[in-house]
């Protein structure tokens, strides 16, 4: 009986570290992050990958028509842009479309989609 019982203890301790430490990561992935690249409307990146200057006439008109937004980083990873508390965002960031842009915020992982979830947008400098 002793053993059974030191042994439900031990299963105990081990998921409640293992708990402890899927919470660690969950919160290191929410501190805030800063990149550079490019605001790009999701419908024409998907179809054709319009991005650039070249694009940016239409891309302005894809977003402020309410079409959704990414965010494709320096590093090629392409990120759904979200607004904080389920804010709209295209009106912020349609005017940075095609334009190389610093952006700050909390990046978002679920079913193998990324999102930022936009904090500053700014033109890189």
């Known amino acids: 009986m002793k053993r059974i019982l030191v042994f439900a203890l031990f299963a105990v301790m081990a998921m409640s570290a293992l708990a402890l430490a899927d919470d660690m990561k969950k919160d290191d992935a929410a501190k805030p992050v800063t990149m550079t690249g490019e605001v790009i409307d999701l419908y024409c990146y ?5 991005t ?15 079409l959704p937004v990414g965010f494709l980083s320096a590093d090629g990873t ?6 904080k508390d389920h804010e709209p965002i295209n009106g912020m960031v349609a005017d940075y479309a095609g334009k190389k842009s610093t952006v700050t915020g909390t990046v978002k992982e679920n079913g193998g989609v990324k999102a930022l979830e936009l904090a500053t947008i700014a033109e890189a400098k």
């Open 46 to 50: 998907m179809d054709h990958s319009a």
């Open 52 to 66: 650039g200057m070249d694009h940016a006439k239409c891309a302005v008109s894809c977003i402020k028509k309410g």
């Open 78 to 83: 392409m990120y759904v842009i979200i607004g």
